[in-house]
């Protein structure tokens, strides 16, 4: 009987898809009902479509998407929508739910999900994870307990880091021209989000969940029952973890959901489930923390809509890149990655006039044409998109069927189907421009203004009380004249704070009408939506240090942080990493296009890039205790053969070849195998030697790393050990000898 019921809940793996967030960060866009979230672009493919293609590749059968606003156009979309996968897909429409405990208890009413375990995802999630490992061990950790009812998968992106700004220009700082702290996050995490989470590591069946803190910021302390101190062997706290938005379910989860109606979101069923205290009351929640080369982040806003977009087009979501497209956009269009990391559509050729400059990482669609002299930067261009002469865009998303008129200058906004922009405007960071809108010429929107023609349905705002967790309470201050002042967002936080709302569009006022066209012109068209100066203070209180543009603070240049690098990223293992996950017997060419995408993505040195390519390069070497010293030296030679035109490439100066040296010196200080084998005399001298006879490092790096070294180390640290190691010292010795009789000879033949 027990094999027929798991056979039973193992003939079709379900997946419930939340098309609604529940929040109004994409207002105004979304105000439009035809434009959900889940259908809006990223990088020219339906966000709902990176959605579908993971969950079928990870053997998902019957999908169900609930939907509560726009739901008859995603069913729309899905009916006509063709995909390879053999994925039932199923559009569950409840326009009277109000949060994520709704949907999955009016799912558990209508008994749709019958697998053990089923997916749970959030629709506004691009990844590219292998979920099947994490599935099978929830499985295992079910079967054995079942009171292991969730596994949440999380990834690792770092913590909040927090900076004082000093007066810099005025940037950033506040009006009276005092100091302000600044706050930096990842740039894929909501500025709204600071979870704070409690693991238990040591449990042998898995990462468990002890606490789940999504807000400990507003008592500024995180609780954890004593008892969970003595029943648990090691607890690991940690407040750099990114709540994915996907989880692996047993049926169980929508059982709870519908015995506790306190449970409107998800976040907080998973906090009161680990919170309890007495442990047979417990619903034990699992964790899996996706490995380094693994990528999954939510769209939540705007802001973190820009990172996801730069981040797929950088190629750290892959095998999920604009060139690689999900089933079914193959038939239509085909991406081709050109220099400076361009993704231009072939299938129907865009036209680029001449003396356009064009650089990436930006993406050009089908049948697109931008004239004569234009200059664009980092921007994704969609469909059919017309650009006039002498166009300046940056760091912008530029959606389908978009015209742009000679001598306009975007800068870090959106501008969304169909919208026009006319000669001489200028839409300035943080807008966003929506669907059918026009903005006259000439015309120079305030910073972070936000044009629509759809009026919100809730003129009193009561979509606020749906706002995920403490949300909302950003936007409690909005101007109570406002009609969508909740729903505006810059590009830099989550929404909120809009103090100057005036209407021009059908219906509207004759006031309203004279007072939009001071912002939009006379012959404009849309709902325009200003935040005030000091709400650009407020924003620019908190920046993102992947900063790209797309209306985001400046960072502090009190040398406390470097401005541009994710807060609590290792770069120079990252580096490694990237180079350990390497294959030998691919062009070297490609790695190096992916070190320089995480160099600048990171703001990182080619000195790290170097150090970290040098410690893979030691790793690779699978190096024993016992290894001759010869034996190393050849080793270490044919591995130069592969990776020397690498080092070349990367060491622009004596600086970097300085680095090269400075790595070996980690290595052979780090411990280990490694530490052991090259701290040995003479290996390292050998593998110095090694740098110096294959042009790695020159005679001046070597001189210049000697001289640091005999002025700053008394001979007693580590690396004044290696350095005063008597074959180390013969090798310098007789590269000064070579030098000296170089020059000499040199001269000789100059006097003569």
Not at 110 to 120: G, M
Not at 197 to 209: K, L
Not at 545 to 571: K, M, Y
Not at 633 to 641: D, G, R
């Amino acid at each position: 009987m027990g094999g027929d019921h798991d056979n039973k809940h193992e003939q079709k793996l379900q997946a419930v898809l939340l098309a609604d967030s529940f929040l109004n960060t994409f207002q105004p866009i979304t105000l439009d009902k035809t434009s959900p979230k889940v259908l809006c672009p990223l990088n020219n493919v339906t966000l709902l479509d990176y959605s579908i293609e993971f969950l079928a590749g990870a053997g998902v059968e019957e999908l169900f998407v609930f939907c509560v606003t726009g739901g008859d156009a995603v069913e729309a979309y899905l009916e006509k929508s063709t995909w390879t996968s053999s994925i039932k897909v199923t559009c569950v429409k409840d326009s009277s739910v109000t949060n994520a405990g709704d949907a999955l208890r009016e799912l558990d009413k209508q008994n749709l999900i019958q697998s053990d375990p089923f997916i749970l995802m959030t629709g506004d999630v691009v990844t590219n994870i292998d979920i099947v490992p994490a599935l099978e061990l929830h499985k295992l950790r079910h079967k054995k307990d079942s009171s292991a009812i969730m596994t949440v998968l999380m990834k690792e992106v770092g913590g909040w880091s927090v900076a004082q700004d000093h007066d810099h220009e005025g940037k950033g700082k506040n009006k009276s021209g005092g100091n302000s702290s600044t706050y930096h996050a990842s740039s894929i995490r909501n500025l709204n989000d600071d979870l704070t989470v409690a693991f238990n590591t040591a449990d042998p069946a898995g990462t468990r969940v002890l606490s789940y803190d999504s807000n400990p910021g507003n008592t500024g302390s995180t609780q954890i029952p004593t008892s969970f101190f003595a029943s648990n062997a090691q607890i690991e706290l940690r407040n750099d973890m990114l709540d994915t938005g996907i989880y692996i379910c047993s049926p169980e989860v929508l059982a709870r959901f519908s015995d506790e109606f306190d449970y409107l979101h998800i976040s907080k069923f998973i906090a009161n489930s680990v919170a309890e205290e007495e442990e047979g009351l417990q619903s034990k929640i699992y964790a899996t923390v996706l490995k380094s080369n693994e990528y999954a982040a939510r769209i939540h806003d705007l802001r973190t809509y820009h990172a996801v977009s730069r981040d797929l087009m950088k190629r750290w979501c892959f095998p999920i890149v604009p060139d690689n497209l999900p089933a079914g956009y193959d038939k239509k269009y085909r991406y081709e990655m050109q220099r400076h990391m361009m993704y231009v559509e072939q299938k129907g050729k865009e036209k680029i006039g001449r003396c356009t400059i064009i650089r990436g990482p930006g993406m050009i669609g089908n049948k697109s044409k931008v004239d004569s002299e234009c200059s664009i930067y980092r921007t994704v261009i969609g469909h059919n998109c017309t650009i006039g002469k002498n166009v300046s865009i940056s760091d912008s998303h530029l959606w389908q069927d978009v015209t742009v008129e000679d001598g306009a200058t975007i800068s870090e906004a959106i501008l969304c189907n169909h919208s026009v922009i006319k000669k001489g405007a200028t839409v300035p960071k943080g807008c966003v421009i929506g669907r059918g809108c026009v903005i006259d010429e000439h015309i120079t929107l305030p910073e972070f203004t936000r044009v629509t023609l759809f009026q919100d349905a809730d003129d009193d705002d009561d979509f606020d009380a749906f706002d995920d967790d403490d949300s909302s309470s950003s936007s409690s201050n909005n101007s109570s004249g406002s009609s969508n002042g909740s729903g505006s967002s810059s590009l830099s936080s989550d929404p909120g704070n809009v103090s100057k709302s005036v209407v021009n569009q059908a219906g509207s006022t004759d006031t309203d009408v004279e007072n939009d066209q001071s912002i939009i012109g006379k012959n404009g068209q849309g709902r325009a939506d200003c935040v005030s100066d000091n709400e650009h203070e407020d924003e620019n209180e908190c920046g993102d240090e992947d900063d790209e543009g797309f209306g985001l603070g400046d960072g502090p240049d009190d040398g406390s942080f470097i401005i541009g690098r994710q807060a609590g990223v290792d770069v120079v293992n990252v580096f490694k990493d990237i180079c350990l996950e390497h294959d030998v017997n691919s062009d070297i060419g490609n790695l190096r296009i992916e070190l320089n995408s995480f160099k600048f993505s990171q703001n990182a040195s080619f000195g790290e890039c170097v150090t970290g390519a040098m410690l893979a390069i030691f790793e690779r070497l699978n190096m024993t205790s016992d290894i001759s010293s010869g034996k190393l030296v050849s080793t270490f030679k044919a591995e130069l053969n592969h990776w020397g035109e690498l080092l070349e490439k990367l060491c622009h100066s004596v600086e970097e070849e300085k680095s090269v040296i400075t790595a070996l010196e980690i290595a052979a200080t780090s411990g280990g195998i490694i530490g052991e084998v090259l701290s040995r005399e003479p290996s390292f001298r050998f593998i110095l030697q090694t740098l110096h006879s294959e042009d790695i490092v020159s005679d001046e790096a070597i001189f210049a790393w000697a001289n640091m070294l005999r002025q700053e180390d008394d001979g007693e640290s580590p690396r004044g050990k290696l350095f005063l190691q008597g074959p180390t010292q013969e090798f310098l010795e007789w590269i000064e000898e070579e030098s000296s009789g170089s020059d000499s000879d040199s001269s000789d033949s100059d006097g003569n």
